[in-house]
C-alpha cells in the first residue's frame, strides 16, 4: 500500500514537473491512479518558487523584481509545462471554427495570438498578485504560494472526473477513469496545509475554493462544448485559471 502510494507520488512527480523523480517500478501505476498526488507536486513547486521569491526580496532586490524571479522559477519547476496547455488551448478554441480543427491548432507546435495574449495575461496577473501580497505581508505571500500550487493542481484532478477525452490519445486519454474519490483526496490533500497553516479565515479559504471552482466550470464547459471534453492541454489550462482564480480571490478579500 505504501509502495504503492510512493510510487503514485513520484509519477504525479514525473507529469507535472520538472524535478528529478527517479525511475518507476515496475509495473508502473497509471496516470489516473496518481492524479490523487497532483496537489504534492504542486507543494514541491510551491516551496521552491517561495524559497527564491523569499532569497531575492533577502537579497534586497524590489518586490517586483523578486515576484518576477519567482515566477520564473515556478515555470521552469514545471517547464512550462501548464503554460503551454494555456496558450494552446486559447489559439485553439478561438481560433478554429469545427472541434477537429481546434483540436489540430492545439497540437500545433506553433503559438498563435490568442495563445501569446493568454499567457501574457496569466503572467501578467500571478506578477501583481504576488507583488500586493508581499507588500501586505511577506510570510503571507509565500504561504500563498505553496498553497495555491497545490489548491490548483486539484483542478486537473476534478476535470478528468468531470469531462471525457477529446482525443482517443494523449495525456487526457492515458489519464482517464479518474474518479471523485480521486478528486476528494486532492483536495483533502491539498486543503490540510492550508487549513493548519492558518494564513486567512476559513470562509476565505471557501472564498478562494469557491472562485476557483467557478472559473475551472467554465473552462470544463467550454471545452465540452468546443472540442467534447478534455485533453492535457484543458487540464494545463485548467490548472493555470485555478491559480490565478485563487489569486484574484484573495486579493479581493484582503482588499476589502
Keep these: ?38 496537489p504534492l507536486a504542486g507543494l514541491a513547486v510551491g516551496l521552491g518558487t517561495a524559497l527564491v521569491f523569499w532569497g531575492t526580496v533577502a537579497l534586497g532586490l524590489p518586490l517586483g523584481l523578486a515576484a518576477l524571479l519567482a515566477l520564473g522559477a515556478q515555470i521552469a519547476l514545471c517547464g512550462g509545462l501548464h503554460e503551454d496547455g494555456l496558450a494552446d488551448l486559447a489559439d485553439g478554441l478561438w481560433g478554429g471554427h469545427t472541434p477537429a480543427r481546434r483540436l489540430e491548432i492545439m497540437r500545433d507546435s506553433r503559438i ?5 495574449l493568454a499567457l501574457i495575461l496569466s503572467l501578467a496577473l500571478r506578477w501583481q498578485a504576488l507583488v500586493y501580497l508581499g507588500a501586505l505581508d511577506l510570510t503571507l505571500a509565500l504561504l500563498a504560494l505553496v498553497g495555491l500550487a497545490m489548491l490548483s493542481r486539484v483542478a486537473p484532478v476534478a476535470m478528468l472526473a468531470y469531462l471525457p477525452p477529446a482525443r482517443a490519445d494523449g495525456l487526457g486519454h492515458s489519464a482517464q477513469s479518474v474518479g471523485w474519490r480521486s478528486v476528494a483526496v486532492a483536495a483533502l490533500v491539498a486543503l490540510v496545509p492550508l487549513v493548519l497553516a492558518q494564513i486567512v479565515p476559513l470562509w476565505a479559504v471557501a472564498l478562494v475554493i469557491a472562485a476557483q471552482g467557478l472559473v475551472v ?9 468546443k472540442i467534447g471534453g478534455q485533453t492535457g492541454d484543458v487540464l494545463g489550462a485548467g490548472q493555470q485559471l485555478a491559480e490565478i482564480a485563487g489569486y484574484l480571490a484573495l486579493c479581493a478579500y484582503l482588499g476589502a
Design 112 to 116: 498563435g495570438s490568442y495563445g501569446v
Design 1 to 38: 500500500m505504501i509502495r504503492t502510494a510512493l510510487a503514485q507520488i513520484q509519477l504525479a512527480f514525473m507529469v507535472l514537473t520538472r524535478l528529478p523523480a527517479g525511475q518507476l517500478p515496475d509495473p508502473a501505476p497509471r496516470i489516473g491512479a496518481a492524479a490523487w498526488a497532483f
Design 217 to 225: 466550470l467554465a473552462l470544463a464547459r467550454t471545452a465540452r462544448r
